[in-house]
């Protein structure tokens, strides 16, 4: 379904069924993700996608039709982020990292978890919009 790419050759034994755990679970915490802040959302949405393409076709046809991560999922394959998300990840690392400098007592530790965070802002905000 990928427009850039052609669909990836099937497979099957193990290696179909660990992919398959590995969409359902990542999809699972992406929908925890959606409501905590902190998980990330986008990153388990694109995994999940990536290992049910490979295992599922049924499961990645469901992602792809799902209406909260479809339409994330054609922005992202178009090569584009929507403002709204590039809000909502700022927003959503802000309070982790806000999070992460009251509770953690090791400031180096939370330098690196803010500069991280700061580096994939400062991407995210170069990605073309829709």
Partial sequence: MNPVAPDPAPIGGLRRALLRVLAVVSLGLAFVGVVTP????????????WAAARS??????????????????????????????????????TLAGTFSALTIPH????????????????????????
């Fill in 56 to 93: 599922s076709p049924r499961l990645h046809a469901w992602i792809l039709r799902h209406r909260l991560f479809g339409p994330l999922l054609a922005h992202w394959q178009a090569g584009k982020l929507p403002r709204k998300a590039k809000w909502a990840a700022t927003f959503t690392m």
């Fill in 38 to 49: 902190g998980l990330p959302t986008t990153e388990f949405v694109l995994l999940a996608a």
């Fill in 107 to 130: 400031k180096p530790s939370v330098a690196i978890i803010i500069g991280c965070m700061a580096c994939v802002l400062a991407w995210l905000w170069r990605r073309p919009e829709p």
